[in-house]
Structure formats: structure tokens, C-alpha cells
């Protein structure tokens, strides 16, 4: 009989990520070869440190323009995705970010690069929301968290075989970064293009009135106008006050590609470069291994739990790097940090999506990209004037303590949501 038990949740694990949508298996596919060839931007900070010669503070600043176009990108494009639909915005995006990216293969080591990949930033930070609302509108609450578990597990599974590319052309032939970049986002571009169909309510339901031969004014101004992103987030302040946590999470997530990798190059010089893709890599092999039976075990739990136990989580595998030299200890605080990164990564996006009105998916969605990159824009100058002061190491301590205070704060937000649904509160979600 324990056998049988024992069987049945075997069975029930793998299917976890079974009879989705059919949509859903071609954004699997399309994010897996994105990511794939997604070599530029890891490289980064590596890239103007040791390639342009620039400080650490300096390297902070053109991090920060570098997000901020992404902010920018991800606020308009979310807006558009809820006024020309998804599949638009998510065509034009991807061809722009590769328009920005092809010149920076010919340029060398010039200076010109990194205000070329503020441009690129700007269209590639257009692109998530635009697929996050798709996933949002053909999922539901049964499955959501799969979904978005299932998509980041296809993400970091190509993120993983890129990483271990990008390390040996980073050395080697840097200007296949950015060319290999380029051909990822071609292919994808061809598949959204053959198989990803427009998914918006408002013109399905457009389209569906005109096929009924319901007359001449059944088109889109029949649909319902989408409200006001700022009036939507006072009707419901918990998802701001969600919001603003979440900065904080990403930010202490961001050390991954800042102090991480200045960290590794101070240890191991020449082969820092090597020793970092390792890293990645090691980070996204344990993304695809621990991603679904993290999500099938902990498929009960609020989402907003779990986004409470990844900054615990940070806490440990951010905070032991003030001790550590060895590549082994690295991937051990790595194994355990990445935890807390695949509690975050599907969490807040399912969060968000439980709560957002239908007519605004794509901008409540964007909150998502835009609190990642406020973590991105803040960390690299502050964190980047304290290492040229009081080097890396110093680092992990401030983490460490805004890891408990994320962890503590996004607490208090479950209780306080859980309080305005007892006393009959207005705590919309979207069920």
C-alpha cells in the first residue's frame, strides 16, 4: 500500500507540468533558446572592468543607465501590451533589442558599447511583461504556478547550457557574444511569429463578436477600456506595498552579477572569467533540477510565503561569501541562494498575476520587471562605492541584513493581507 502511495507521487510529480495550453509549450521553447543565447548582458560588469578598464564605481553607473532603460522599457511596454495586444509588442521588442545588439559585435572595446546596450536594455525589459500577461491569460489559479514554475525551469535550463558558451567565448571571441545574442533572438522572433497567437481578452472577445456577425460596432470599443494603473494600485495597496518589498529581494538577488563576479575575479585573477560561467551554470543546473519538485511540494503555500522563505534563504548563501576563497564553498552558497532565487522568481510573478485586473495584466505584470530593475539600478552605484572603499567582502554583510528585513517585511504584508480578508477588506484577487 505504501508502495502504491509512494508511486502515485511520483506519478503526480511529473506530471506537474503536463496538459498546459498549447502557447505555453512554445514560450517554453522560445525563452529556452532566448536564453540560450542570452551571453551579453551576464558579462557585463566583467566586461567593462576588464575589458574597458573601469572602476567599480564607475561600472555601477553604466549598470544603473543599463537598468533603468529596462524599467522604461518594461512601464511602456506593459502599457501597450494592454492597448495593441501582446503578440505586437512582443515582435517589435525582440527585433529592436537585436537592432541594438548586432553594432556592439563590430565596435571592439569601444565606450560606445555599454550606451548601445542601455537601447537594448530598453527593448528587452518591453519584452517580459508583454509574455508574462500571455502566461497570465491563458492560465488560471488551478495552474498558474506551474506554468510560470514550468516557464522559468525552461529559461534557466538554456540560461545553464548559455553560461557555459558565454564563459569560453568570453575569452576567446568576445564579438560572438553579441552575435550569438543576435541569433537567438532571430530564431525566436521566427517562433512567436509561426506559433505564438495573440491572447488578449479584449481582441479575442472582439473577434469573436465580429465572427458572431454581431454588426459593425461589435469591434473594440465595445471591450471594456483598461483603468488607470495608478487608480488600480490605490483600489489595491497591498500589491504596492508587495511591490516595494520586492525591490529589496531583487536587489539582494542582483549581487549575482555585480559582487559576485568581482568576487571570483579577486580570488582566482586570469580564470575568473571561467570560474563565474561555472557559477552560472551551476546555478541554472540547480534551477532545472530543484525547480519542480520545489514547486510540487510547496504547491499549497501562499505565494507570498514563499517569497518570505527565499530571503531567508539569501541570508545564509549571500551572507556566508565574507568567509569563503574556495570554488567549492561558492557552490555551496550558490546551491543555497538559488533556492531562495527560484521561490522569488515564481512567486512574485504569481502574486502579481492573482491580483491583477484583467484589463490590466500587462502593466501589473511589469511591476514584476520594474522592481527587478530598481534592485539592479540602486545596487551597482551604492554597492559599487562601498567595494572601491571597503572591497567586496564587506558586501555580504549589508546583504545578509537586508535579507532578514525583506524576509520580516514581506512577513508583516501576509499578515496584514490575511487581516483584511477576516475583517471583510478590499483585497482583490483575481480567482
Same mark, same amino acid.
Given at each position: ?6 508511486? =502515485? ?5 511529473? @506530471? ?5 495550453? =498549447? ?23 566583467? $566586461?567593462?572592468?576588464?575589458?574597458? +578598464?573601469? +572602476? ?15 524599467? +522604461? ?10 492597448? @495593441?495586444?501582446?503578440? /505586437? ?10 537592432? $541594438? ?8 572595446e569601444?565606450?560606445?558599447? /555599454? ?10 525589459g ?56 543576435? @541569433? ?18 479584449e ?6 463578436? =465580429? ?10 470599443l ?8 495608478i ?30 563576479? #568581482? ?28 525547480? #519542480?519538485?520545489? %514547486? ?6 501562499? /505565494? ?9 534563504? $539569501? ?5 556566508? @561569501? ?11 552558497? %550558490?546551491f ?29 505584470n511589469?511591476?514584476? %520587471? ?6 539592479? !539600478? ?6 559599487? !562605492? ?27 504584508i ?8 477576516n ?7 483575481n480567482?
Open positions: 500500500m505504501q508502495t502504491n502511495t509512494s508511486n =502515485k507521487k511520483i506519478k503526480d510529480l511529473f @506530471l506537474t507540468y503536463y496538459g498546459f495550453p =498549447k502557447v505555453v509549450y512554445f514560450v517554453f521553447i522560445a525563452r529556452f533558446i532566448n536564453a540560450i543565447g542570452y551571453f551579453v548582458f551576464p558579462f557585463l560588469t566583467l $566586461f567593462l572592468t576588464k575589458n574597458l +578598464s573601469l +572602476s567599480a564605481d564607475k561600472v555601477g553607473i553604466y549598470l544603473m543607465l543599463v537598468e533603468m532603460g529596462r524599467i +522604461s522599457g518594461a512601464l511602456l511596454g506593459g502599457k501597450m501590451a494592454d492597448y @495593441l495586444g501582446r503578440k /505586437p509588442v512582443l515582435m517589435v521588442s525582440q527585433i529592436a533589442t537585436a537592432l $541594438f545588439l548586432l553594432p556592439c559585435a563590430f565596435l571592439g569601444s565606450i560606445l558599447i /555599454p550606451k548601445l546596450l542601455i537601447f537594448a536594455a530598453f527593448f528587452n518591453a519584452v517580459h511583461p508583454a509574455i508574462d500577461a500571455i502566461l497570465v491569460d491563458v492560465s488560471n489559479p488551478d495552474n498558474r504556478k506551474e506554468i510560470f514554475s514550468f516557464i522559468y525551469l525552461g529559461l534557466n535550463l538554456g540560461f545553464g547550457i548559455g553560461s557555459l558558451i558565454a564563459g569560453f567565448l568570453y575569452t576567446n571571441f568576445m564579438q560572438l557574444l553579441f552575435l550569438g545574442n543576435v @541569433l537567438a533572438i532571430i530564431i525566436v522572433s521566427i517562433i512567436i511569429g509561426l506559433y505564438v497567437p495573440e491572447t488578449m481578452p481582441i479575442i472577445m472582439a473577434k469573436t463578436l =465580429k465572427n458572431a456577425h454581431k454588426g459593425p460596432g461589435a469591434d473594440l465595445n471591450i471594456k477600456k483598461p483603468e488607470k494603473m487608480s488600480a494600485l490605490m483600489n489595491q495597496p497591498i500589491v504596492f506595498y508587495f511591490f516595494l518589498v520586492s525591490i529589496i529581494f531583487f536587489l539582494v538577488h542582483s549581487q549575482f552579477f555585480f559582487s559576485l563576479p #568581482l568576487q571570483i575575479d579577486d580570488i582566482f585573477l586570469e580564470h575568473g572569467p571561467k570560474y563565474f560561467g561555472a557559477v552560472m551554470s551551476f546555478n541554472c543546473f540547480i534551477v532545472v533540477l530543484m525547480t #519542480l519538485p520545489i %514547486t510540487w511540494l510547496l504547491r499549497h503555500n501562499r /505565494p507570498i510565503i514563499n517569497v518570505f522563505w527565499s530571503g531567508l534563504l $539569501f541570508a545564509v548563501g549571500f551572507g556566508m @561569501l565574507r568567509w569563503i576563497s574556495f570554488l567549492g564553498w561558492i557552490l555551496l552558497s %550558490t543555497i541562494w538559488t533556492l531562495g532565487e527560484i521561490l522569488l522568481r515564481i512567486n512574485a510573478g504569481v502574486y502579481i498575476a492573482n491580483h491583477s485586473p484583467d484589463t490590466l495584466r500587462g502593466r501589473f511589469s511591476l514584476v %520587471t520594474v522592481s527587478g530593475s530598481i534592485g539592479r !539600478i540602486v545596487g551597482p552605484p551604492l554597492f559599487g !562605492i562601498i567595494i572601491t572603499d571597503f572591497g567586496v567582502r564587506s558586501i555580504w554583510t549589508i546583504i545578509f541584513i537586508l535579507s532578514i528585513t525583506a524576509s520580516v517585511l514581506m512577513y508583516l501576509y499578515r496584514y493581507e490575511n487581516n483584511s480578508l475583517k471583510g477588506g478590499k483585497v482583490n484577487i480567482l
